[in-house]
């Protein structure tokens, strides 16, 4: 009964409900800056966006003001609707109904624990919606609910489904304000681990006994000794991490679908940098208080011990540094003028809409006027560079990219780029260069070890491929994009079990992904196991049912068992949405011919790009009398064909199509009269 009442009055100090509507801060830099003339920033969020335990100088959201009102030269005017405690969205329950009766209400600031309003409401509550120019927002740890987090007697699998449940509810705010703030960019921030191996187990143990966990005391769980507790709070940290980076990454890009207004800035923390590390960032429990510049503020405010101490965890100024950080590299990577229409970031949309019209010069003229406006615009000299190489001028786009890391030398995106673009066109070496100078530049840089990897599977050096691969694995477990290409590697290697481990490994990350369904049916059609290849091909049909690709597979699949009506059926579907079969493909081939190296921090989805990241280079092809795949030989009763096996042909677009992409060199095709019933595989066509 005692317990009951606890936790009934804890509750209640906890469910005290801001005035609705009602900003917890507002400040513009220069204090005299006129409002009217100024760049107006929204921040919606949780404690870490709030900044609990900071001074309000030190918080991140002051951080980038005062960064921006340097960089724009011109006032900036922060409206701060976060607060401690605040849930995406959520109905109240009746403990914070009678919160809201409080005749106080109102009195209690933001540094105390309330989950309302919530992240939707507090976006309910912008004013003057089409003058906001950038949204920071931090959300969805409440959700998911930290005492899980802290709670050793909390499953991994538990902490990990939880986190992945916040995607849907950010996707549904970041949607909302798109429509709502017309005019305004958003950076969404995500979580970092909160303990890692490096953190003092001592003081860990400490934290623990000072009646943090005081509610599993009084349901007599069985106590664990310290390296337990510290490893079961670093497991839950990790899982919880990579859990919530997948959901937020996959909201933002749902919610974005190419509009370019979204982007999730990476917090990166390493494991001395989490509690009790240490170079810890985070606020620590000394005794009985925690370590923070507010908790002589916020202690007489309540009489709530969690209240008390709600800044253990958070980002310290050191933590806040580091937000700011990734918040201003997001916005100098895309440049100043993404801010704001018509500058840079205009004629860089310009650009790729000429471009989607295979308008090239066009394209490189706006993309040029963008460069003009910001020499550090990486993204304008990357499309810049992508365009003049799809025209065949390989040479030339590497010109580029080299005047680009002569303006932006620590720019690993541009080194990565211009690997991208050797590798292409078969200058492996030069191209394992340039991510091994951007992984010198940024050793967490995922994009840089993911293409690294790449290029070398792309050798057939794969072991060194999978080192690689591993090495980034290690601090970056949840990465699906990363297992798939493990998993791509192992397939190459006639690892077939381990290949499939992988893709099961990616899978349980995202098991929407329906690319990474595609390659592991290849897995089992490797094996010869046509059923389960079947099985993961409907799957993938399953997901993205409009992908003409996953019914080729199918239908060849359906074929080997000797089921020929359905296989016939399949592809008549293929060729329905523009694809002609008679041979298996995966990432690597048809429209999976170029890996975006940009997507390696969450899936094999294009980030807008589609294939307009294929490069168009000039390759040597088997000579022929006939130019087209159907085209009769002198013998009427024959054509002309090529082929690698003598059992799969396909055309000499096909060929050429293969050995741009990097899966063929030119002499593995011989060219052979086949009959004119002959299944004869054409070009693919790539959607642009």
């Known amino acids: ?4 009442l606890l936790l009934i009055l804890a509750i209640l100090l906890q469910s005290i409900a801001f005035a609705a509507g009602q900003p917890m801060y507002h400040f513009i830099l220069p204090p005299d800056g006129l409002k009217d003339q100024a760049f107006h920033i929204i921040v919606i969020g949780d404690s870490i966006a709030w900044g609990n335990g900071l001074n309000e100088e030190d918080k991140y959201y002051h951080l980038v003001a005062d960064w921006l009102e340097k960089k724009l030269n011109k006032p900036v005017d922060v409206t701060v609707y976060a607060h401690s405690g605040a849930k995406i969205s959520g109905s109240k329950d009746l403990w914070t109904f009678i919160g809201d009766l409080n005749p106080f209400k109102g009195r209690y600031d933001p540094n105390m624990n309330s989950a309302y309003p919530t992240l939707k409401e507090q976006a309910d509550s912008i004013i003057d919606a089409d003058k ?10 409440n959700d998911v609910d930290i005492m899980k987090l802290i709670n050793v007697y ?8 939880s986190a992945q449940s916040i995607k849907d509810p950010m996707k549904e705010l970041l949607s909302s304000l798109l429509i709502k703030c017309k005019n305004a960019k958003i950076i969404v921030t995500n979580y970092y681990p909160i303990v890692s191996e490096n953190s003092n187990i001592d003081t860990i143990s400490a934290a623990y006994g000072t009646g943090v966990f005081i509610i599993n005391s009084a349901l007599n769980k069985n106590p664990f000794d310290a390296v337990t507790i510290k490893e079961r709070l670093t497991e839950n940290s990790n899982m919880f991490h990579g859990g919530s980076t997948t959901a937020l990454d996959n909201a933002v890009l749902e919610a974005d679908s190419s509009a370019n207004r979204i982007t999730l800035a990476m917090i990166n923390f390493q494991p001395n940098n989490c509690y009790a590390a240490s170079q810890t960032w985070l606020w620590k429990l000394d005794g009985l208080k925690t370590n923070d510049d507010q908790f002589d503020y916020r202690s007489p405010l309540t009489s709530d011990p969690i209240n008390k ?7 310290n100024r050191d933590g806040a540094i580091e937000y700011a950080r990734a918040i201003e590299n997001i916005i100098t990577t895309k440049g100043l003028d993404w801010l704001e229409p018509k500058g840079a970031e205009f004629w860089l949309q310009k650009g790729r809409d000429l471009f989607n019209q295979s308008k090239y010069e066009e394209s490189i003229q706006c993309f040029d006027e963008a460069i003009k406006l910001n020499q550090s615009y990486i993204e304008a000299w990357i499309r810049k560079s992508q365009t003049i190489a799809v025209q065949g001028k390989s040479d030339e786009a590497i010109k580029c990219l080299d005047e680009a890391i002569k303006v932006n030398p620590q720019s690993e995106k541009l080194l990565i780029a211009k690997g991208g673009i050797l590798f292409l066109i078969g200058r492996y070496d030069e191209a394992i260069q340039c991510s091994n100078e951007a992984i010198t530049l940024n050793q967490s840089s995922l994009e840089a070890w993911g293409s690294k990897g790449m290029f070398l599977n792309a050798q057939g050096k794969y072991d060194e491929a999978i080192l690689c691969i591993d090495e980034v694995l290690s601090t970056n477990p949840q990465s ?3 297992w798939g290409l493990k998993g791509l590697t192992l397939n190459a290697q006639g690892k077939y079990d381990e290949a499939i481990q992988c893709y099961n490994e990616a899978l349980r990350i995202n098991p929407q992904n329906d690319e990474i369904w595609l390659n592991k049916g290849n897995v089992f059609a490797n094996q010869g196991n046509y059923v ?7 799957e993938a049909i399953r997901i993205n049912p409009q992908e ?3 019914w080729n597979n199918k239908g060849i699949f359906l074929q080997n068992l000797g089921r020929s009506t359905e296989a016939n059926a399949a592809f008549v579907k293929s060729r329905e949405l523009g694809v002609i079969t008679g041979q298996t493909v995966g990432y690597g081939q048809g429209r999976f011919q170029i890996p975006k190296l940009t997507d390696l921090t969450a899936n094999f989805k294009s980030r807008g790009q589609s294939a307009e990241t294929t490069q168009d280079t000039s390759v040597d092809v088997p000579s022929s009398d006939t130019s087209a795949p159907s085209e009769t030989s002198s013998d009427t009763n024959t054509k002309t064909a090529y082929t690698q096996d003598g059992i799969n042909f396909i055309s000499k677009e096909r060929v050429e199509e293969n050995i741009k992409a990097g899966i063929a060199k030119s002499g593995d095709y011989r060219e052979v009269q086949v009959s004119l019933d002959t299944i004869v595989v054409g070009g693919s066509t790539i959607p642009g």
């Open 132 to 141: 906001v120019d950038l949204i920071l927002i931090s959300g969805g740890i």
């Open 548 to 550: 003409g690709f996953y």
């Open 1 to 4: 009964m005692k317990l009951k």
């Open 480 to 482: 699906c994009a990363l």
């Open 154 to 161: 909390t499953s991994a699998k538990e902490i990990n489904q």
């Open 309 to 315: 101490i709600n800044a253990i965890g958070h980002p």
């Open 532 to 538: 389960e290849a079947i099985r993961c091909c409907d």
